[in-house]
């Protein structure tokens, strides 16, 4: 008979905020499935709602992986690199075609993308490191 683990301090930090970025993403990217970029080119329109369904997915994904977080390895620090990569990619647009209106929405954005990760990483590390000396029984 398997007795299950407990979900540790660090794994409930990183929960949450895999919690958050499913809501993001799922919401985000149905919207912008649906929506699309009407005020653009056809090619444009059929990229973005392409990475809309991949975004949704992400979602999906951070849902799946949230709510098995016991099982989890290198797939939360992959998904907490996603984030980050995608808060460098805001930042790299803010700095070649400036800052959209309202600024502190898309700051808003930008801000969390880039430290959430990092809180992430640092708490799955944290988690994880008892289960990765051997010898020691968790």
Known sequence: MSVSLPVTPGQRVVQACLFVFAAIAIGGGALQLVLGQPDTTPRLDNVHRFMA???????????????????????????????????????????????????????????????????????HTASRRPALQPGIAR
């Open 53 to 123: 369904g991949i975004y949704l997915s992400t979602g999906f994904i951070c849902l799946w992986a949230a709510f098995t977080i016991r099982q989890q390895g290198t797939l939360v620090y992959l998904l907490a690199l996603g984030v980050f990569l995608a808060g460098c990619g805001r930042l790299l647009s803010i700095s070649q075609v400036g800052l959209p209106e309202p600024a502190v929405v898309w700051l808003g954005y930008m801000v969390p993308e880039l430290v959430l990760p990092l809180v992430v990483a640092w708490a």
